[in-house]
Structure formats: structure tokens, C-alpha cells
């Protein structure tokens, strides 16, 4: 009766009592190779593009781990500093700002590594759509009413039911993101492996080019001004030039939209390419290994370029130059290869259930921040205990905020609802 889980009830019955010493041996037979089957199957790792398309763990813990930074996890380490007043725990609370202007910090991953994994689960995503027979229309109508989706979200979230449109801030991140993921989708549907790896690098280096060499005036008053050409500064680039002209409403930092804006889709667009061919990468039939050093090796290749690159072209993340999107595309793939490596290769999952409960409803708690008081609710319960903690005090208010959004999104994980945009 032991072997009825390996055989099933039938195919036991089946074999013949008469020579019940053969029947142990074919038995014993057929467990070995079944256990040396399953073996093979994990080292292989994911299914190949021809088997029905599965959700990869450490792309969602990833996403998860992203999103971290942005729902309390920065302000639990920044809080850090004025405990220990260390240089390791100020390098850190640096790490977790943003450059002001040409750099790059931790904190400046955030953006484009989540752009990153929207390339990287669109090729299962397509996968799965397509498997369950729906047209090459239905899959356009569904990435138009996601970009919709993403860029109402977008408005609404930085104002738009106020009415205050002269006031309200019209590039959005949210806004940003639905702009580009059409860009991206459109190309990966109409487009080759290799025709998609080309116009990813045709759009880096066009952006460059737009940079280096449009040269365009402003008339303010009697003098009249120059932008691009070659100009990088906060003021006098091409992309400061095109938000105050055609852009309505708030203008941050003087002009430049804040590393958010629809003219910065160009490298958007590129950043979810490269993350799409991630993707590709890891549904392929190779070994799980192979795909880790795949992984690894183009992390190592893409930060070289973009740190290279950017002794020409600086990088600059507020308006999303080339060689920023190649430094944070390194940086991204590299976390993935670790990721998947750990997780979907190495099969240590259970310490990742963390960060997937983040990972499967980013935006809905990106979104819900904005409304409700988290921090409030963390001082409800913790109040008494941080004031009496001294110095400890911000810290344990900072992690009463990320627990209190972790239960939030562990309670909708639970009951299995996703916010699907």
C-alpha cells in the first residue's frame, strides 16, 4: 500500500500477485526512477515557454522587497542614526535618500527596479493570457485598460478630484509607469527576442542623442534662453525645457518633473524592455544555474556600461538619463539572480512569505497610504511604549507602521485579494 501515492490505486492492482517478489522489485523500480525524475525537474528549475506559465516566486518577493523601502522600511533604518551615531548607520541613512541631482544612491533603485519587474512578469503574464486562448485583441484591450488604469490612479493620486488643476502635479509615478509598460508591451507582442533586445539600446541611445544635440531657446521677458545641447544641469536640459512648455500645472524643482514625467517613457520604456527579456530569460529551458549566472553576468555587464557611460552622460535620475537606467537595470538584475537563486533554485522560500505578501499588492498599498493614518494607528498601540524607550522611541513607532501595513496586506493576501491593474 506504500507505493499507492508513487502509482495510484489502479496501476497497483494491475501487476500481477503471482510472483509477488517481482512485483516489490518493479515496484521499487519505478519509486527510484520517479524520485530521480523529480530531482531532475528541480534542477532544471521553471518550465520551459511550451509548458503552462507559473508565477515565479522571487520575482514577486522581489517586488515585495522593493516596495519595502517605500511602506516603512526606510524609516525603520533611518531611524537607526540617532541611536548609534555610527559611520555605518550614517552611510546608510544616506543610501536611503535621494541624490539631488547626478549620483546614485540605494533609494534611487526603488523606481526603476520596480519598473524592472513589470518587463519581468510580463512574458508569464502574456504567457498565460495566450494559453487560455484569448485573441491577439483582447490582449491589446487589456494593456489598454491597464495603462488607463495606472494613469487615472496616477492623477488621482496626486490630486486630480481636488479640481485644483493649476496647482495639481500632472506627472505622476503611477502615471509614468502605465506610459511605459504600453510602450513595452506593444514592442514585446509585435516584436523578436532580438528586435526587442535592439530597440531597448535604440531607445538608450536615442535618448542620449535628444540630449546631446536638440538645442532649443525660451523667451523670458527680454532674454532668451537655451536648453539641451549637451546641457545636463537641473535647469538648462532638454527635458526641463519640454515640462515647462507642454506640461500644465505644479512644476517641481523648478521645471524638471521629478524623475516622473511622460517624456522620460523613452528610457521607461527601455527599463521594463530589459526586465521583459529577464523574464524571457528565466522561462527558458535552461538549467536553473545557468539562468543565475545568465542573471548575474548581465548585471555585471549592464552596470560597467552605465557607470562607463556615465563619464559622458551623466547619471541622473530625476530625468532618467541612459546611463541611469543601465546602473539601475545592473543593480536589478543582479537582486533577481540572487533571488531566484535562493528561492526558485535553491528552494528556500519559507524566509521570502514576507516580502510576497507585499510583492502581490504593491499598488494597492502604495495607493492606500495616502489615505489612511498608519501612523496613527501605530501610535494607538505604541505611544506609551516609545515614549518610555528613549531614543528607541522613533524606532519602534517606525516598525509599528510597517507591522501595521504588513497585517493589512498579510489579511488581503489571506483571503486572496489582489488589486489587479
Given at each position: 500500500m506504500q507505493y499507492v501515492g508513487i502509482l495510484g490505486r489502479d496501476q497497483c492492482a494491475s501487476i500481477g500477485h503471482e510472483d509477488q517478489w517481482e512485483s516489490r522489485a518493479m515496484l521499487a523500480?519505478?519509486?527510484?526512477?520517479?524520485?530521480?525524475?523529480l530531482e531532475r525537474e528541480k534542477m532544471q528549475g521553471p518550465p520551459s515557454?511550451?509548458?503552462?506559465?507559473?508565477r515565479v516566486t522571487s520575482i514577486d518577493?522581489?517586488?515585495g522587497f522593493d516596495m519595502l523601502w517605500i511602506i516603512g522600511g526606510e524609516a525603520i533604518l533611518r531611524s537607526l542614526h540617532p541611536i548609534f551615531h555610527h559611520p555605518t548607520t550614517a552611510w546608510i541613512s544616506t543610501q536611503l535618500t535621494h541624490v539631488k541631482w547626478v549620483g546614485f544612491h540605494f533609494y534611487d533603485l526603488i523606481f526603476p527596479l520596480f519598473l524592472f519587474l513589470a518587463g519581468a512578469a510580463l512574458p508569464f503574464s502574456i504567457a498565460?493570457?495566450?494559453?487560455?486562448?484569448?485573441s491577439r485583441s483582447r490582449l491589446y484591450a487589456h494593456i489598454a485598460k491597464r495603462t488607463a488604469a495606472l494613469i487615472v490612479l496616477g492623477l488621482i493620486y496626486e490630486g486630480l478630484l481636488e479640481f485644483n488643476f493649476a496647482q495639481m502635479r500632472w506627472s505622476a509615478v503611477l502615471t509614468m509607469i502605465g506610459l511605459s509598460y504600453f510602450v513595452a508591451a506593444l514592442i514585446i507582442l509585435n516584436t523578436s527576442i532580438r528586435m526587442q533586445a535592439v530597440i531597448a539600446a535604440g531607445l538608450l541611445l536615442g535618448y542620449w542623442a535628444a540630449l546631446a544635440l536638440i538645442r532649443v531657446p525660451i523667451t523670458k521677458g527680454a532674454t532668451v534662453v537655451f536648453f539641451g545641447a549637451g546641457d545636463y544641469t537641473l535647469q538648462g536640459n532638454l527635458i526641463s525645457y519640454l515640462d515647462q512648455v507642454l506640461l500644465p500645472g505644479k512644476h517641481p524643482y523648478g521645471g524638471v518633473t521629478l524623475g516622473a514625467g511622460p517624456f522620460l517613457t523613452i528610457t521607461g520604456a527601455a527599463n521594463v524592455l530589459i526586465g521583459s527579456l529577464a523574464g524571457r530569460w528565466i522561462r527558458s529551458e535552461r538549467s536553473g544555474h545557468r539562468i543565475v549566472l545568465g542573471l548575474a553576468l548581465a548585471g555585471a555587464a549592464s552596470l560597467f556600461t552605465g557607470y562607463l557611460w556615465g563619464q559622458y552622460l551623466p547619471i541622473i535620475k530625476l530625468?532618467?538619463?541612459s546611463s541611469f537606467v543601465l546602473v539601475a537595470c545592473g543593480w536589478s538584475l543582479l537582486l533577481l539572480a540572487l533571488f531566484y537563486w535562493v528561492i526558485d533554485v535553491r528552494g528556500y522560500k519559507k524566509w521570502a512569505f514576507f516580502f510576497v505578501v507585499i510583492g502581490m499588492n504593491p499598488i494597492t498599498i502604495y495607493f492606500l497610504q495616502v489615505f489612511v493614518d498608519f501612523g496613527r494607528i501605530s501610535s494607538f498601540f505604541l505611544a506609551g511604549v516609545s515614549e518610555h524607550a528613549g531614543t528607541f522611541g522613533p524606532l519602534i513607532l517606525a516598525c509599528g507602521v510597517l507591522l501595521t501595513k504588513w497585517l493589512f496586506l498579510w489579511f488581503l493576501y489571506r483571503h486572496r485579494i489582489f488589486l489587479r491593474v
Open positions: 523500480e519505478v519509486a527510484v526512477n520517479r524520485a530521480q525524475h515557454s511550451d509548458t503552462p506559465a507559473q518577493a522581489l517586488r498565460r493570457r495566450q494559453e487560455r486562448g484569448e530625468i532618467w538619463t
